[in-house]
């Protein structure tokens, strides 16, 4: 594995902002995704960064630092409907390998 | 643009019972993957083929599981024989290749209960 860490649980308020650490192993690294998870559904794709810096689409935001082996992802203006397990995953080489996933709550 | 389809969408058998998966990639996806997903775990890769060609099936449990995808399109999984353990989600992705920033499409998954 690529001993992909992030945390298990987060919880929220509506509006609130919520930001998801991960960390994940240098060595032949090339890539960075986030997927949302509903439960019972299949992933969807959410971010993909490659260089050091911030990517920001919408209210979802994430960021990456190659030297340090960590990104996060940063969800701003929470919806009840952002609640979802949210996957980070690590490439190496061809292969992406996924953490276990945060489990967002959001509460009103 | 048609999505990865799955079937079936459930699926009960009984442990040493044999089971198999089918996927249809997304047309013109060369890259296809087999995801195992464990309750509370994220997707463990469990094969993946590049057009009919395998490129890792190192975390496959070759005793008991096979997969191939014929011409290069639609997949298939199987378990034989299953045991309590291989209860998980079964998701099949695919990309337009392996290239570096592409992302993966996934199906709905197959739920499977090992009894």
């Known amino acids: 594995g690529q001993n992909i860490d992030q945390p298990t649980e987060m919880t929220a308020t509506e509006g609130a902002i919520v930001q998801i650490n991960c960390t994940y192993q240098t060595s032949g690294f090339n890539g960075l995704f986030w997927y949302q998870q509903h439960a019972g559904e299949a992933p969807t794709f959410l971010s993909y960064?490659?260089?050091?810096g911030l990517e920001e689409k919408g209210r979802f935001s994430s960021f990456l630092s190659r030297s340090k082996g960590y990104s996060y992802l940063l969800l701003k203006e929470l919806q009840m409907k952002d609640s979802a397990s949210y996957l980070c995953?690590?490439?190496?080489?061809?292969?992406?390998?996924f953490g276990a996933g945060t489990t967002v709550t959001v509460r009103a | 643009e048609a999505g990865v389809a799955q079937s079936p969408r459930y699926k009960i058998i009984e442990k040493r019972q044999s089971v198999a998966f089918w996927c249809n990639p997304i047309?013109?996806?060369?890259?296809l993957y087999w995801y195992q997903q464990i309750l509370g775990q994220g997707p463990k890769l469990l094969i993946q083929f590049q057009n009919n060609g395998v490129v890792d099936d190192s975390q496959l449990p070759k005793d008991r599981f096979s997969a191939e995808r014929l011409k290069g399109v639609d997949s298939t999984l199987k378990i034989q024989p299953a045991k309590l353990e291989d209860s998980a989600v079964y998701l099949c992705a695919s990309s337009r290749s392996e290239g570096m920033g592409e992302k993966l499409f996934f199906g709905s998954g197959t739920q499977l209960s090992v009894l």
């Open positions: 995953a690590s490439r190496k080489d061809y292969k992406l390998s």
């Open positions: 960064n490659v260089l050091d």
């Open positions: 047309s013109g996806h060369a890259t």
